[in-house]
Nanobody, 122 residues
Framework: QVQLEESGGGLVQAGGSLRLSCAAS????????MGWFRQAPGKESEFVAA????????YYADSVKGRFTISRDYAKNTLYLQTNSLKPEDTAVYYC???????????????WGQGTQVTVSS
């Protein structure tokens, strides 16, 4: 079993930045894809970004490309999402997710964190 715990959310003004973290523990696997999803009130879950744990190949949703950066730290077993130039429409609960590397960034993902709230005020 893999446990994922997000942190780093908060309230920020439009144009500001936050760095989200996701600490992985338990039964981790080297060949994995880890990603970030978000869900705003009344909306469906939306893919944000994902990265291969080995090789660091990243993939982004068009809505965040150029503003968000996904990265990982091997030594700390931690995934990050640096969010810059935040907009009110980025307001959502952000979830960390992981799966074995199937060659695709698309869902489904097998493991999920509890989420961290990001609120961007205008």
């Amino acid at each position: 079993q893999v446990q994922l715990e997000e942190s780093g959310g908060g309230l920020v003004q439009a144009g500001g930045s936050l760095r989200l973290s996701c600490a992985a523990s338990g039964r981790t696997f080297s060949s994995a894809i880890m990603g970030w999803f978000r869900q705003a009130p009344g909306k469906e879950s939306e893919f944000v970004a994902a990265i291969t744990w080995i090789g660091g190949i990243a993939y982004y949703a068009d809505s965040v490309k150029g503003r968000f950066t996904i990265s990982r730290d091997y030594a700390k077993n931690t995934l990050y999402l640096q969010t810059n130039s935040l907009k009110p429409e980025d307001t959502a609960v952000y979830y960390c997710a992981a799966k074995r590397n199937s060659g695709s960034f698309n869902p489904p993902y097998d493991y999920w964190g509890q989420g961290t709230q990001v609120t961007v005020s205008s």
